[in-house]
């Protein structure tokens, strides 16, 4: 089943760790997207990209960084952690255009930055 | 820049209809996508307006005025699964999308 997949769900990390999010999908989707979500609020659109070797910062200023070396895989890193980047990151995908078809979401990573 | 409007909360009946309104100021629109969100969760495209009027897809339905910069997601026949947060975005250039702040849906018995 083609599907969009974030691991670890969650995270609980001390402060200064680098952490990897991993996000994979089997689609084939060229265009793949990080966002940011604290809880009851609005998507924040932190990184994106049309394809390999391409990334893009989003709207939200965001002191991490992504990677996308092969089609189906969208890492993001953050090389030390903070309490303030405590929050919900989530992964999305869409083909063509995208917007007709939707974006296809993964379930997040809940990271506590202690 | 870009901002969406929309009501933080609506509450209604199981079998009611209900609205939500969505307002945006945007450079590089190309459309409104409408989302769903349970519980913090991986949010589920709901609808697509690139043009004015109405797209109805079974229980739900979008419409859009571009020249109100105004938008809505209607909701017919509530169930009680359809408790969540509903978020419209902005479509822009190069397929990006821009979320409002999301409104949280109750439906009551």
Sequence with gaps: EADIYQTPRYLVIGTGKKITLECSQTMGHDKMYWYQQDPGMELHLIHYSYGV???????????????RIRTEHFP??????RPSH??????ASSEGEGAGYGYTFGSGTRLTVV | GQSLEQPSEVTAVEGAIVQINCTYQTSGFYGLS?????DGGAPTFLS????????????????????DSYG?????????????????????????????????LSVKP
């Design chain 2, 48 to 67: 697509y307006n690139a043009l004015d009027g109405l797209e109805e897809t079974g229980r739900f339905s979008s419409f859009l005025s571009r020249s």
């Design chain 2, 34 to 38: 409408w989302y769903q969100q349970h």
């Design chain 1, 76 to 81: 993001l890193t953050l090389e030390s952690a």
């Design chain 2, 72 to 104: 809505y997601l209607l909701l017919q026949e509530l169930q009680m699964k359809d408790s969540a947060s509903y978020f419209c975005a902005v479509v822009g250039p190069g397929g990006k999308l821009i979320f409002g702040q999301g409104t949280e």
């Design chain 1, 53 to 67: 070797n391409s990334t893009e910062k989003g709207d939200l200023s965001s002191e991490s960084t992504v990677s």
């Design chain 1, 86 to 91: 405590t929050s919900q990151y989530l992964c």
